[in-house]
């Protein structure tokens, strides 16, 4: 935990490392937020410009109890910071705080896992020392920055989220997280219309993560990912230490097998020569990949295997990323698996794998809920439609589907799959009681944007609902 008795900051540290004047009273500085709504007593508030100025909600900071704001004209209601450009603004302080602080620092991407895979390196961190994260997805051009500039300088540890939705965006964030380590969780085809060559491109971007590692920094790799060679030169055209993991034997951590059981999984894998048997609290097949990825990271940022071991055993799925419940419905029970908060076919496929493999009880089904899968552009039709063979090589019983990518998808299965399909997830989640029965499995998957989250909402709540 940081020291409590110590600001993050102070107004004038922060003058001095936005290169700005401080217009009012020093003050200690407990936290900083772009959002004026949520502002604490004692924050720093940045007037950042988006769909709306920051300056128009300057007054409404100060009244919350900012302290101090940095803005690029004065403002009234408080002390104030005046810089030419408020982002470069925070890109600066996120710098300093980088700089006061003699934290390792580990950073993730991957086109799936990358939330659950930082997360669960936190959990690791926290074992370990005083630790640092990004919260929520904060992994853009604005999140990043914020993450540094929150990161209190007596930290030992952080790990940081980074992602992309377009070419040229990872290489700059990771330059100023300038990492002690960090991993590519997988490549897939993920805001994949943004990139004329398809996947490759995709792969070279999610490398560029390497770009910004200190000297001798670790660069943790998936050897079973198809673009696995076009990450890896990227690692060594970063003059990085490769660390591979996957289930190759020349995997630097090897699975050797994953079994999944109703409390989570065993996971025995080769790891530093040595044979490891280990527990997880997640059940998903992709994490017996992800674990070792996560291990890896923990060892570059100095934190022993044990430590590991007893974070993931203790790390349980985050809301919306495999979230389990059991559901009392029409007399009964359901499993309800919630993997609402966003999908691609890399996910899905991984979603129906896990699926799959659960045993069901007699008279139970296993059932997925699906809607569209969004940002695949031109290669949307073939990537829906491609998820039928995964559907029925994985024994899946029943799929209700909603809106009209996921339509092409319903319109191939075989009859007897076809459950019930709807234009939209909210027609869905109207008629969630007629979706499942007692005994069944239930996993709920689909793209934030399609709304996937209101099926499984609506799922949930039919617990112990009157019939």
């Given at each position: 935990m940081p020291d409590l008795e110590k600001p993050l900051w102070t107004a004038e540290a922060i003058a001095s490392a936005v290169g700005g004047k401080l217009e009012g009273p020093d003050a200690d500085v407990g936290g900083l937020t772009y959002n004026s709504r949520e502002i604490q007593s004692g924050d720093l508030f940045l007037a950042l410009k988006g769909a709306r100025d920051g300056h128009e909600f300057a007054q409404a900071a100060f009244e919350a109890g900012a302290v101090v704001a940095l803005v690029e004209h004065p403002v009234e209601g408080g002390a104030y910071v005046v810089v030419p450009d408020t982002l470069k603004g925070l890109e600066a302080l996120g710098a300093a705080a980088r700089d006061r602080s003699a934290a390792k620092r580990g950073a993730v991407t991957g086109s799936v896992g990358k939330t659950s895979v930082t997360q669960a390196i936190k959990a690791g961190l926290?074992?370990?020392?005083?630790?640092?994260?990004?919260?929520?997805?904060?992994?853009?051009?604005?999140?990043?920055?914020?993450?540094?500039?929150?990161?209190?300088?007596?930290?030992?540890?952080?790990?940081?989220?980074?992602?992309?939705?377009?070419?040229?965006?990872?290489?700059?964030?990771?330059?100023?997280?300038?990492?002690?380590?960090?991993?590519?969780?997988?490549?897939?085809?993920?805001?994949?219309?943004?990139f004329a060559d398809g996947e490759a491109g995709v792969a070279r971007e999610k490398g560029a993560i390497f770009e910004g590692l200190v000297e001798g920094g670790v660069a943790v790799i998936n050897g079973d990912n198809a673009y696995a060679e076009i990450v890896k030169q990227a690692a060594r055209d970063a003059g990085a230490v490769l660390k591979v993991f996957g289930t190759g034997e020349d995997a630097d951590a090897r699975l050797l097998s994953f079994d999944a059981d109703p409390e989570g999984a065993t996971v025995v894998a080769e790891i530093e020569g040595q044979r490891h048997a280990y527990r997880l609290a997640q059940s998903g097949v992709h994490w017996g990949l992800n674990s070792l990825c996560v291990i890896l990271m923990l060892r570059a940022l100095d934190v022993s295997l044990e430590t590991a071991f007893e974070a993931l055993a203790d790390f349980a799925p985050l809301a919306g990323r495999g979230e389990t419940r059991c559901v009392a419905h029409k007399g009964g029970h359901?499993?309800?698996?919630?993997?609402?908060?966003?999908a691609n076919p890399l996910s899905m496929k991984a979603g129906f794998i896990s699926l799959g493999a659960r045993p069901v009880a007699h008279g139970g089904k296993r059932v997925v809920v699906l809607t569209d899968m969004l940002e695949l552009g031109d290669h949307s039709r073939a990537l829906h439609e491609g998820l039928s063979e995964s559907l029925i090589a994985n024994k899946i019983d029943v799929v209700h589907a909603a809106g009209p990518?996921?339509?092409?998808?319903?319109?191939?299965?075989?009859?007897?799959?076809?459950?019930?399909?709807r234009e939209t997830a909210a027609e869905l989640a109207g008629i969630a009681t007629d979706l499942v029965s007692p005994d069944d499995i239930v996993m709920v998957k689909g793209s934030n944007g399609s709304r996937a989250a209101i099926v499984a909402k609506a799922l949930a709540e039919l617990d112990g609902a009157a019939e």
């Open positions: 926290d074992l370990a020392g005083r630790s640092h994260a990004s919260i929520k997805s904060y992994n853009n051009h604005i999140g990043v920055p914020l993450t540094l500039s929150r990161m209190p300088a007596d930290t030992e540890r952080a790990v940081f989220e980074i992602g992309m939705n377009h070419p040229g965006e990872i290489g700059p964030l990771s330059q100023q997280v300038r990492p002690h380590a960090a991993c590519v969780t997988t490549v897939g085809p993920v805001h994949i219309e943004a359901f499993t309800l698996i919630d993997e609402s908060y966003n990518q996921m339509r092409l998808l319903y319109d191939i299965l075989p009859s007897a799959m076809r459950g019930q399909w």
